[in-house]
């Protein structure tokens, strides 16, 4: 009953699909387990890139406040996130306002990180 509204693009160069993946991958099993309990709930993705900076913004409904502490929350996802963020000096920012968890991924780009790396 969970429904996913996404908009903007994915690079096509310029982060590893791994990396890609695993920021991706993690973000949403969070979001779709956190909107489980919450009836008919839409998990919002957006995507931007802007010269050599690429944004990730992950929304969701929650049921209950998520408390927040030194910009982290009880997940052991939320490290691997971090992990591949650092690797192009970006950041992760967490907010929860409104009954709303959203996960902030900012990332330089880089040149030559080509999507069929392994």
Known sequence: ???LDFAGIIPADGIENI???TILANALDNAVEASKLVGNAVISVHA???SAVFMLTVSNPTLHPVEIKNNTVKTTKLGSI???AKKYNGEVNLKYENGY???EV???MRKGARNDEQ
Do not use: G, H
Request: contains cysteine; charged residues 20%.
């Open 1 to 3: 009953q969970t429904k």
């Open 19 to 21: 990396d890609l993946c």
């Open 48 to 50: 931007v890139q802007d």
């Open 82 to 84: 971090r992990s591949a």
């Open 101 to 103: 968890f959203t996960v």
């Open 106 to 108: 900012m990332m330089i």
